[in-house]
């Protein structure tokens, strides 16, 4: 009986190194969409606070048209403030559009400003970058592309201004 036992031993071992790559790599998935999903909320985040900063300063006279260079210097010096050192990676467009026209008062426009933001997320875990990594797959990095869109925020010109 002992015989039989001793000559068994190796199974466990073998059975061990074929399934244990498998698991280690299913781990390192889960631990990687994790990463890619606490990535995405900064990411978000960022470019929904950089649209709000931009429809805050795009106008400086009451319906006056927005100034687009104002805007991106603003999202640039946040940019700077939120990602310190790996705010040179990131890149932050910035596009103004007109949305409409006020029907009582023509001249004040209705106008969003789109932000996006492309934020490279450095994949982490062994083997993830095969699958999860943007192309070229051999950075192994994953390219997230957020946009957000939100209102110019004006103040209409009173009577006395337009005189």
């Given amino acids: ?47 929904y606070e950089f649209a709000r900063i931009g429809s805050l300063v795009a106008v400086k006279k009451p319906s006056g048209p927005p100034d687009r260079s104002v805007i991106q210097q603003k999202i640039n010096q946040a940019k700077q403030k939120v990602f310190g050192t790996k705010a040179g990676g990131i890149t932050v467009g910035v596009k103004v559009e007109n949305t409409g026209v006020e029907p009582m008062y023509k001249k004040h426009r209705h106008e969003d400003v789109i932000v996006t933001v492309n934020y490279p997320v450095h994949l982490i875990f062994p083997g993830t970058s095969f699958i999860l990594a943007s192309e070229p797959r051999r950075e192994g990095i994953r390219r997230l592309k957020i946009v957000t869109r939100m209102p110019i925020e004006k103040a209409y010109a009173s009577v006395e201004e337009k005189k």
């Fill in 1 to 47: 009986m002992r015989q039989f036992r001793r000559k068994r031993g190796g199974q466990v071992t073998a059975e061990l190194m074929l399934i244990l790559p498998v698991f280690m790599l299913l781990i390192f998935f889960v631990l990687e969409y994790g990463n890619i999903a606490y990535h995405t909320l900064i990411a978000t985040h960022a470019s």
